[in-house]
């Protein structure tokens, strides 16, 4: 008999594990504030940051999600206004 494993039950997909150990846990890629999770890896000379929960953020504000996701950037628009 053969112990390999059948080729029909192996997937290539990757499963993302998440980098976060701090608690409380930090957002998650899919969270509306997943921009607030902790760097692990921090590039400014490169422009980019990799947070703990998987995202590439980039310095123009752009990100890449761990699905592959494109956000475009979103820097804010127009003057900054700045409270008293």
């Known amino acids: 008999m053969n112990s390999t494993p059948d080729r029909s039950t192996i997937t290539s997909q990757r499963k993302n594990r998440s980098m976060c150990q701090h608690q409380p846990s930090c957002?998650?890629?899919?969270?509306?504030?997943?921009?607030?999770?902790?760097?692990?890896?921090?590039?400014?000379?490169?422009g980019w940051s990799?947070?703990?929960?998987?995202?590439?953020?980039?310095?123009?504000?752009?990100?890449?999600?761990?699905?592959?996701t494109i956000i475009a950037p979103h820097r804010p628009v127009g003057p900054v206004v700045r409270a008293a």
Do not use: I
């Not at 957002?27 to 490169?46: G, N």
């Not at 990799?50 to 592959?68: I, S």
């Open 50 to 68: 990799l947070l703990c929960n998987g995202v590439l953020l980039f310095e123009d504000t752009g990100e890449l999600l761990p699905n592959g």
């Open 27 to 46: 957002p998650t890629a899919d969270s509306a504030d997943r921009e607030a999770a902790l760097p692990v890896a921090y590039h400014p000379e490169q």
